[in-house]
């Protein structure tokens, strides 16, 4: 049941990264594309004024800029390092591929293009009911274009190496091997459960077994600790 409710989405890269999207939902998306309505709005109503005084040639202008404006706007926007429109950014907003990496100009272009049939048959009442129905709120322009509306956030540096008590390795590593470990504990937060155990299988000669339950990520993590000068606190007598 949970899942069925849950706004979170887990994507993983080719690289066993675990990307954690909450995409955003129909309310803060409306807001924001009438933010960009407005914003389109003053645009061509800015350049209808400037050009009024050029007879003929105004309304052959007004009809490119218009094109422009209304199917162009979202896609060169999206295409920019901040991957929103002026009014998805207001609103803390970006667009990225489903699988979490960057939108590529495909997807972009797709789910731009596919707002022809969102729109349909009145108001964008297709995209309204397929986000709705739908608990990552994507519309039919998103679905096709394998692209999800997400809100943005900052990327977190790693503070700290992940879950594991301090203990010395089984064998004497040299400097290279001591990096390797330690790189690994510094990212295994950001990966999934399954690729961090089948990186760290990969050293398990340097990780003592303690008990046959226990994680060969948890030990591996806890030979970092040691590395950087951690050791297990002794009671004393």
Known sequence: MSASIDTILTAETPEGIAIVIRPAGFAVRCTAFLVDVF???????????????????????????????NWLYPVIFELTPLAATPGKYVLGLQVMMANG????????????LMRAVDMLPL???????????RHDAR???DLAGGTVV???????????FGKGDPMPPSVA????????ITAFAWRVDRLTRERAEEIA???GSAA?????NSSMTARLVGIARWLHGQRPRTVSG
Do not use: D, K
Request: glycine residues 8%; contains cysteine; charged residues 10%.
């Open 39 to 69: 914003i389109r709005f003053f645009i061509l109503s800015s350049l209808g004024s400037a050009l009024g005084v050029a007879g003929h040639f105004a309304t052959g202008a007004m009809f490119i800029i218009l094109f422009v404006v």
């Open 101 to 112: 990496l960057p939108i590529t100009p495909a997807g972009c272009l797709t789910r731009n």
């Open 201 to 203: 299988a990969l050293a």
């Open 139 to 141: 519309r039919l322009g």
């Open 208 to 212: 003592p077994l303690r008990s046959p």
């Open 123 to 133: 108001m964008y009442a297709f995209a309204a009911i397929t986000m709705l129905l």
């Open 173 to 180: 590593l040299n400097l290279r091997q001591q990096a390797a």
């Open 150 to 160: 997400a809100y943005r956030h900052e990327a977190a540096v790693a503070g700290a």
